[in-house]
């Protein structure tokens, strides 16, 4: 079949008048389009992904007859959404060139958080035929009384990024939107855009509805081959990489001269902190004043569109970002992406790098700088993934119970529902396919009455089962309340960092500019004088002023407040797995450089490097305690939680722990006693300590005392409705007439341990902060495989934990002196 | 912490054997909340705050409704600890007007077996200005015993020998990591006790509210951690 047949005249003149012809995924697209089956589009950035994505929708809205006015207004035709806002705008602008050059009459618009009220309104009076917003957005527009007939007509929903968002509770919010949609319009089809992913399937399941007990549904999947391969080269510098640290500050000259190379240079980095140091390190090199701008999700948004614009305008050489520049936005004219620390996810690199070049057939050209060795070991392992294209990204995991309960309130604020159709509408969600009724009944309670045994609310009721079999909203005043706290994205409090002057006398001066906002906690901490970085300058804490933090210009450069400058997202498992692999087949280290290559060298022959499905531990004395080193390469979260039960348990075979510290390598526990000789006896072995059961009890006993699971709670209760974000009129008073979300929580936990917020919060914490999956992946993978190395002293690999242990929290410039001066000893001690 | 607890030893207000010197009487902060005083067999306890969780019911915030649960848990606890013959109730012990009629009949039945078993003093307070009716207990506006004058709302100014309520105390202290906690604050004149009550939350006592209260100088906070008192000097809170 000649697939060019399925496109119209006009596009094909437009597509020629370009000098293009249509690609052969866009054509796909179409025909499945057309044909009205859903798909997912699997393609590397710069592929052309968005235009294939509306095609089928503008070749369709392209044959439509005209609105005559006096008939009934059509809906919304087609639906696009994405993770961020600033993308549907970015995609709004990509569509007028095809729109406009064929000459068609569609209307397409956005609907943010930013869209005026007028608009909005407009918008309900006369739907757009093509409507570009987020989740949360869909989630108002569908809790609207008006929303059956604003979606009646919805032929196609885009959506975009798709491998970003269906892992979070964005994803879980979204998919129940979907569910809706379908109940609305039940002949929509669905259209994923997504980067390479390891388990596509998984992405063509969550497109499409399930049915419970049956096989799971599959979406059609169109894959493009990556285009050229790119060029990312480890960044090597005259001196030697560091053993320890985040700063990668040994880098900063040559990438300086790099940048000097290029039109515009893109820098990533994992953290904001981490974002304010480079910066600043850079500009103090910055000699020849190469205009270098900062970039992050802290900023004030005036300054972050100033620095876009001055992007797409070319008058930048170079921009410091954290991830609020990670998706496919299209800004200028990009030709290097430097890559600061390690990627954490070859999926992460894989988007960082398509950042370059954004055009298909130019490869793109990246640098990646590791800040220590551990991390040059991580690099080749991403790049490795890179070029055979190996992907990863972590797994769906079931539909998070508070974001339901959110949902069901707003099922009820669009209008009355029977609980029989609607669990089976939220059970054809992919997310939510195991979700059995007994469950989707308790959340139903919990929207209605808080879901306590102890039946205090049936009065005040927020929505009640009537005679007639439907549930309905008792009063609008939930539903106001509703639209106040829709969203899953609950940040810890943000305060606005404002200019002023010093403080004198009674409080700081007020009245300067609005420089951005930091997290209420790192305020917490600081005194009248603490002086830290922010946007870019070192600025002195004068106070607070309500939700303001007062600050003035410090005149020194060295910040004294330090920051945690280590990577926000732990190493991913499949990373983790190809840095095991390449420690232990010295075939493959000719990549590495030289240094570190010596370092391996020399942990074979001083102690010895473990099998890919081993868990190597050393042990050894060093000034008076004795060590335990674990090399379990499960990312930090994983250490963490290991740390935290491995203390607990050598407290209790007497081993007299005295503190522990994980990485995203490796995991390091100093003790008072001779930890290793214990082992040798047996008093416990090895096998014994790491048993897989310690996921059990111990691990019960620890969250009972922990801060984390309150701290996962109060999320959950704030999503799920039953304490508010946001309030009209809501002013805490001293004495707190609200009830804090911790006392909640022992209450709860002490009477009602089963309650369905505890156990949203429990699952929250399992796959998240604790990654106790993962955890309990290694602990069943090395059972059995685990080999102790019993030495008289430190070993190579443990050098770099060595030095963080004394080196954690260290900011600023003493750390690197701090940390040569130790590193010298312990190198010393190690390579003897 | 342990740094506080050293300067015990230095501090006028201070007895032997624990025991605090409150405008002549001899009293002790226990690490429950309530403040003890040995010799009259007396237990005060200040803003229980019953039913204070299914009072948010009306707006529709459904807080776990056990913090009547969980408060008397905690009151039978010390009561059965420290065997009193005395306790008063130092105001707010009931959230509003109704929160009688919302007890959970468990919780009621706690509730009055507790306060039959001792001779029992309900103070007024703003939140409960007429005191339950079928429980049992004395009601009273105030209540004079010894040197001491026990009141639900402290008066304004200086007041030798009151004990009251009604401003839930706390206090934050620390240097690199700052620590927040309920505490008893007391300038061997005066004395506030912290809310007892499982949803009652903390007013710093660096707050407008407390101005003019106490003597600075011999101003001690006692806060309440983890099963024990820690006493902090004015000199070390912190604001908010």
Known sequence: MNETNLLPPKFEAWFASRGWSPRAHQLALLEHGLAGRSVLLIAPTGAGKTLAGFLPSLVDLAARPKWKPGTRRRGVHTLYISPLKALAVDIERNLETPVGGIGLDIAIETRTGDTSASRRQRQKLIPPDILLTTPEQLALLLAARDAETFFEDLKTVVLDELHALVTSKRGDLLALGLSRLRAIA???????????????????????????????????????????????????????????????????????????????????????????????????????????????????????????????????????????????????????????????????????????????????????????????????????ANYI??????????????????????????????????????????????????????????????????????????IKLTADGTWRLTHPRFAQAYRLNVGTIIESPMLKVRLGGKARGRGPVMGGRLLGEVEEYFCEQMKVGDTFLFAGEVLRFEGMRETEVIVSRARSSDPRIPVYAGGKFPLSTFLAASVRKMLSDPSSWHKLPTPVRDWLELQRDHSLLPRPDELLVETFPHRGRYFLALYPFEGRLAHQTLGMLLTRRLERFGQKPLGFIATDYVIGVWCAADVGAAFVRGEPTLSRLLEPDMLGDDLEAWMAESYLLKRMFKSCAMIAGLVEKNAIGAQKTGRQVTVSTDLIYDVLREHQPDHVLLEAAWADASSGLLDLGRLSDMLSRINGRIVHKRLDRISPLAVPIMLEIGGERVAGEADEDVLRQAADEIIREAMA | MTALREKQGDDDVLTAGGLVNLNGAAVRFDASGVLHWPEERLLVVADLHFEKGSSHGVRGRFVPPYDTRATLRALAEVIGRLRPERVIALGDSFHDGDAEARLAPADLEALSALVGSVDWTWVAGNHDPSPPAGLGGRPVAEIVIGPLVFRHEPRPGRALGEVAGHLHPAAKVGRTRSVRRRAFVCDGSRCLLPAFGAYTGGLNVMDAAFKGLFERSRLIAWMLSDGRVYPVRSAEFLPD
């Open chain 1, 186 to 384: 039940p002949g929509i089809r669905t259209v994923g855009l997504s980067a390479t992913v390891a388990e596509p399937d998984e992405l063509r399941a969550w497109l499409v509805p399930q049915t419970s007990g049956e096989p799971l549904s599959l979406s059609e999947v169109v894959t493009v081959a990556g285009g050229a391969q790119p060029d990312i080269r480890i960044f090597e510098a005259d001196e030697s990489i560091p053993w320890a640290g985040h700063s990668a500050r040994y880098a900063y000259e040559g990438l300086l001269a790099e940048i000097d190379r290029r039109r515009m240079t893109l820098i990533f980095v994992n953290t904001r902190s981490q974002a304010e140091m480079v910066f600043s390190e850079l500009w103090r090199l910055n000699d020849a004043n190469l205009p270098i701008a900062l970039h992050h999700g802290s900023l004030d948004v005036g300054q972050r569109r100033k620095v876009e614009a001055a992007m797409a305008d070319g008058r930048l050489r170079a921009v410091v970002a954290t991830s609020t520049l990670d998706l496919g936005i299209d800004w200028g004219d990009v030709d290097l992406v430097i890559h600061i620390g390690a990627p954490k996810g070859a999926s992460r690199l894989a988007q960082r790098v398509g950042r370059a070049n954004h055009r298909m057939d130019e490869p793109s050209t990246a640098l990646l700088v590791p800040a220590n060795r551990f991390e040059v070991l991580e690099c080749q392992a991403a790049l490795d």
């Open chain 1, 389 to 462: 294209g190996a992907q990863d990204t972590p797994p769906i995991r079931d539909g998070a119970l508070d974001v339901l309960a959110q949902h069901v309130l707003g099922r009820a604020v669009a209008g009355p529902f029977r609980a029989d159709d609607f669990y089976a509408e939220v059970a054809s969600a992919y997310s939510y396919r195991h979700l059995d009724r007994e469950r989707f009944d308790r959340v139903v309670d919990l929207v209605a009455t808080g879901g306590y045994a102890l039946r205090a609310y049936e009065r005040y009721a927020k």
